[in-house]
């Protein structure tokens, strides 16, 4: 929008991939498990019970902090951040104060093809809350129930600075931002789950010398949502401002069903959480030999991969940028190209049918049954052109759901060498030199006899060939003898 | 301002903790708050110019969990022992905001 000066930070919260919670040792398994089962003196803040933390939370925190470039802080300081709320057992929760694991980094990810930062303001590890329920077994209408199976599930929390200027660019920053968690294998980064959560910050104006009203938005649970809500979010804030008016700061909440942000209900009255650290948790210093291990952790992340295709494998930005997105898909292309040293016939085929069957069963390259040497066996097929492209998409639909072979399904279907391209040629040649005078026809303009010359070439292949693959043939060898 | 507490700041910090006070337990709140606090003051004559702030006097290597579940058999004794529970649910008063909050 001309003349509209935006200004974006995000506050971003990942659920750490640990096995155990993050001052206790109950699983972080809760997804679809009884409610209340999950749980402990602990995570349920019995009194009495002292929390005693989880290396591995510490471990995956600092591994966040480090790759994403932050100057990891010396001590381990546990605040208490105070606050009463249902979901919220002990009245606190176990937060970081002034002594985040990570201060003053940069992520960098790209808008368009092109490089962008966002400065890191901080970095730091605390524990979830619980859950609250509205409906479900023994919930009655007019009170809530909770479940302490999420309480104590470790989370990192990262905060941009507000260096973020559009909606799009925001929505980018927070898609390289879940690649990465990804990458390190610190979180699985997924919105819809809230494994992955994110509120933003936002101001207008409409001169680029004076800072507009911070507006917090919060309940955004999807990519998509975080794009709508700010666009929304900037849209209603330009009006304002051009009708004269001035946005409120405040807290705001993205209405998905009406797609629109209406102010929280919570308290006018500004939030005192009364940090102060945490009496049952030592403050200590993190050792540099575990640092020093942590850093040999941290893998390719996901641009500096993306350049590295685009520079070994000559791939387009666009192409390249998708590919690496998803670790384990950009891995596949890498294996399948050691197999098949085309880089760009194998990155078409991962971002088209590849991608297309991932999309259709909802699965995730992990869970799919063709390995990288499978789709290189097929793709040499092409190559050696013992079969066409368009038969190999549908073979390799096959494979996909079958977990069979390239040969395997040529086999089951009944599709022989016979039928394969190089062969099929020969036959539709043979039919075209055998039948002049429905050639003379169809180039006379009567389509029928296209449909009898398909008719001899499957009666030769006895119903073996793909009469589509058959009409391609026919079509190209009629039309280049013109 | 140091070393000084207003009976204002003592009704917020109540109310901060959910707790009602009548007007006479509150001018006792606040006479005792300020008297802890004068006690403290005496902390400022020290020099702790080159003293970083300390939250712990102790600096070991504190004992860490290994990042393995262990089950607790504890849980639906301590559903019977909730002041109101339904289900495998604790149940609380309708919570009317839908946010959950955590920040």
Known sequence: MEGVYVTIGLEVHCQLLTQAKMFC?????????????????????????????????????????????????PEVVFHRKNYFYPDLPKGYQISQYDFPIGVRGVLEFALEGERRKVRIRRVHVEEDAGKLVHEGLGVERNVSGVDFNRAGIPLVEIVTEPDLHSPEEAKECLIMLRSIVRYLGVSDGNMEEGSLRCDANVSVSLSPDTQGAKVEIKNMNSF?????????????????????????????????????????????????????????????????????????????????????FMREYELAEPEAHILVQDKDLAEFFEACVREFPAPRTVCNFVLTEVLKNLNAFNMTIRESKVTPGMLAELLRMVERKEIGISLAKGIFEEMFATGMSAREV?????????????????????VIEENPQSVADYLGGKDKALHFLIGQVMKVTKGQANPEVVKNLLLRELTSGE | MPGHVSLEEVRKIAQLAKLSFSEEELTRFFQDISDIIAHFEKLNELDLEDVSPTS???????????????????????LKHAPCAAGRYFIVPKVVEKEEKLS
């Open chain 1, 25 to 73: 040792r109950c699983s972080t398994d809760y997804i679809g498990k009884t409610p209340n089962t999950l749980v402990c003196p602990v995570c349920m803040g019995l009194p009495g019970a002292l929390p005693v933390l989880n290396r591995k939370a510490l471990e995956l925190a600092i591994k966040t902090a480090l790759a994403l470039r932050c100057e990891i802080l």
């Open chain 1, 224 to 308: 998509r949502s975080v794009f709508r809500a700010l666009s929304y979010e900037v849209e209603r804030q330009a009006a304002l401002l051009r009708e004269g008016k001035f946005p409120v700061q405040e807290t705001r909440h993205w209405d998905e069903v009406r797609q629109v942000t209406v102010p929280s209900r919570g308290k006018e009255e500004a939030e005192d959480y009364r940090y102060f650290p945490d009496p049952d948790l030592l403050p200590f210093r993190i050792p540099q030999d575990m640092l020093e291990e942590i850093k040999a952790t941290i893998p390719e992340l996901p641009l500096q991969k993306k350049e590295r």
């Open chain 1, 410 to 430: 040529m086999a089951k279907k009944g599709i022989s060498f016979l039928t394969s391209e190089r062969d099929l040629e020969k036959i539709v040649r043979q």
């Open chain 2, 56 to 78: 712990h006097i102790s600096w070991s290597q504190p004992p860490m969990n290994p990042d393995e579940p262990v089950d607790w058999q504890g849980s639906d004794l301590v």
